[in-house]
């Protein structure tokens, strides 16, 4: 079974940026991925999506600051946050979904602080 690992979080200013990365182990190549963020006491959030040939849809409020990219060569797909708020500090994860994924499990996430 695939597995999503997440890394590239950490403390950052508002303002900042921080670019995340997901490595997918294994050969399969998911046809949809996304990134999704959980604060505490708070279910996850969906933050954006990608397909394998490179459609995005984003949250709404996150559109113009965050980017989802992929390498199907690589089996990686990445979330570049641009001016980063208080408000974007959460856990965040990867994962694929949609009827072709089959039954996948999430990964540990990575943790992003934006404070002074």
């Known amino acids: 079974q695939a597995q999503f690992v997440e890394s590239g979080g950490g403390q950052v200013q508002p303002g900042g940026s921080l670019t995340l990365s997901c490595r997918v182990t294994?050969?399969?190549?998911?046809?949809?991925m996304g990134w999704y963020r959980q604060t505490q006491g708070n279910q996850r959030a969906f933050v954006a999506a990608?397909?394998?040939?490179?459609?995005?849809t984003y949250e709404n409020s996150l559109k113009g600051r965050f980017t989802i990219s992929r390498d199907n060569a690589k089996n990686m797909v990445y979330l570049q946050m641009n001016n980063l708020k208080p408000e974007d500090t959460a856990v965040y994860y990867c994962?694929?979904?949609?009827?072709?994924?089959?039954?996948?499990?999430w990964g540990q996430g990575t943790q992003v602080t934006v404070s002074d």
């Open positions: 994962k694929a979904f949609g009827s072709t994924a089959g039954a996948v499990s």
């Open positions: 294994g050969s399969r190549i998911f046809d949809h």
């Open positions: 990608i397909s394998r040939d490179g459609g995005t």
